[in-house]
């Protein structure tokens, strides 16, 4: 799916900051932050949690978290990784494309090809009744991203909404039944 891989990271922006400041009340044991970028969303995690893991598929972005957190891993979603987390994070690459030229951003059709794939990944090392909180936005298909997150055993609903100039971000808090 991924045509290239990313030579450099995603700096963290308004939709970082919009899902940091939601999930920095979040506690718990463990943690995991996918498509971590520079690992801003780990370190905010670092401050409330024991275990943080971050995954990214850039290793530049992998380098420069790497600074601030110390379990990274570079894989698809959380392909590599078997645990069951109290946390899963995520400010998902959501914009409609056509192919991934920019990872960081390209989400493929109507925004929902790479997210789902994100979401079923790492989905599956969420424990019961622990939480998957991710970033998507009006610009995607984000009815039907929450019917598919649901299908694979969450309850979902939209906790905030963010006004920009072009789009509507969206906060979608999933519950592990
Ligand atoms: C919108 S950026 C968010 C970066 C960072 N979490 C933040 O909030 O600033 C999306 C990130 O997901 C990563 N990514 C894209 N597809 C991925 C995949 N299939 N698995 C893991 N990471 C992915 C990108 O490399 C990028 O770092």
């Given at each position: 799916m991924l045509k290239k891989l990313p030579n450099d990271y995603y700096k963290p922006d308004e939709d970082t900051f919009f899902i940091a400041d939601y999930i920095q009340n979040e506690t718990g044991r463990s943690a995991l932050d996918v498509g971590t970028g520079s690992g801003f969303l780990a370190s905010v995690l670092s401050g409330k949690f024991e275990f943080v893991v971050c995954t990214d598929v850039s290793i530049a972005a992998l380098k420069k978290a790497h600074e601030s957190v110390s379990n990274c891993i570079c894989?698809?979603?959380?392909?590599?990784?078997?645990?069951?987390?109290?946390?899963?994070v995520c400010n998902l690459p959501y914009l409609p494309s056509d192919g991934i030229d920019d990872a960081a951003v390209d989400g493929l059709e109507e925004g929902l090809g790479v997210p789902t794939e994100i979401i079923k990944s790492a989905g599956r090392t969420v424990r019961k009744g622990g939480k998957f909180i991710f970033l998507t936005s009006s610009l995607a298909n984000h009815e039907e991203l929450i019917r598919r997150t649901e299908s694979l055993g969450f309850s979902s609903r939209i906790v905030a909404k963010k006004k920009l100039f072009f789009e509507e971000l969206l906060l979608v808090e999933s519950l592990k039944l």
């Open positions: 894989c698809n979603s959380a392909d590599a990784i078997n645990y069951d987390f109290d946390l899963a």
